[in-house]
């Protein structure tokens, strides 16, 4: 853990932190979600802070108490959260996409509750596909400067290794920088701690051993920084 003596690195810096998962309604109770808890994207934003950085956490669903010093900007949906991390993008120095956006949404959002049927048959729901929001600030910057992070939970499959697959989405999506997690073994969500890889574009890997999420946030705050 950094001490009294770290620096304020992040000074004079604006870095966007998203956290959380979104919901996609189905009707006025009901959503398609995920159980991302928010716990690493606010572990960043703590992190930050506490490094010098202005701070916009955009918290999808978090159910934590507001980290000090951060301003928050609440969203429920992949659109929302996409309107909020894009318009913040133009003028940041570092964006970090720690939240789960769902990849899908109900093609149609009923009025009214959806309601069981006489006969015991059950509705099918039509899904769309969400922007990704990673590949869309990766790709189009509106500042050639800003550092860009996603994130990525992975298990390896019959194309590829958990790393070989990190690689590909690190191509793909564009960005600077992605931590990826090995969750093979059982996945990370809610827990306090994480163990993670930190691949970059430039071809580099960073192993970060198991520990917490708090520091797991500062070295990728030590990564983002050497590319400021
Ligand atoms: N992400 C995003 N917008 C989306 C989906 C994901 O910005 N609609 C971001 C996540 O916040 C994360 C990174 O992309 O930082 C990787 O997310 P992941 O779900 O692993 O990537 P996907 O492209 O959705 O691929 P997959 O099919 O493996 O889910
Ligand atoms: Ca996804």
Redesign the pocket.
């Known amino acids: 853990a950094r001490g009294a003596a770290a620096s304020l690195d992040l000074a004079g810096r604006h870095v966007v932190v998203?956290a959380g998962g979104t919901r996609e309604p189905l009707d006025p109770v009901r959503y398609l979600g995920n159980r991302s808890s928010g716990r690493q994207g606010h572990a960043l934003a703590r992190a930050a802070a506490a490094r010098g950085a202005e701070v916009t956490l955009v918290a999808a669903n978090v159910e934590l108490a507001d980290p000090a010093g951060v301003t928050v900007v609440r969203v429920e949906t992949?659109a929302e959260?996409?309107d909020a991390?894009v318009a913040l993008a133009a003028t940041a120095d570092a964006v970090?996409?720690?939240?789960?956006?769902?990849?899908f949404r109900p093609s149609a959002v009923s009025g009214d509750k959806i309601k069981k049927s006489a006969d015991g048959s059950a509705p099918a729901i039509e899904l769309v596909?969400?922007?990704?929001?990673?590949?869309?600030?990766s790709t189009q910057r509106a500042r050639p400067g800003t550092v860009v992070?996603?994130?990525?939970?992975?298990t390896g499959d019959a194309t590829g290794s958990v790393l070989e697959?990190a690689r590909a989405?690190l191509a793909?999506?564009g960005?600077d920088l992605?931590?990826v997690n090995d969750v093979s073994g059982g996945a990370v969500f809610g827990s306090s701690d994480n163990e993670a890889v930190v691949l970059a574009a430039d071809g580099s890997a960073r192993e970060v051993p198991h520990g917490t999420k708090t520091a797991l946030a500062h070295v990728i705050w030590d990564e983002v920084a050497r590319r400021l």
């Open positions: 998203s992949t959260l996409h991390v970090v996409m720690a939240a789960a956006p769902a990849d596909q969400n922007a990704d929001i990673l590949l869309e600030i992070v996603g994130f990525a939970a992975e697959l989405k793909r999506k960005c992605l931590v």
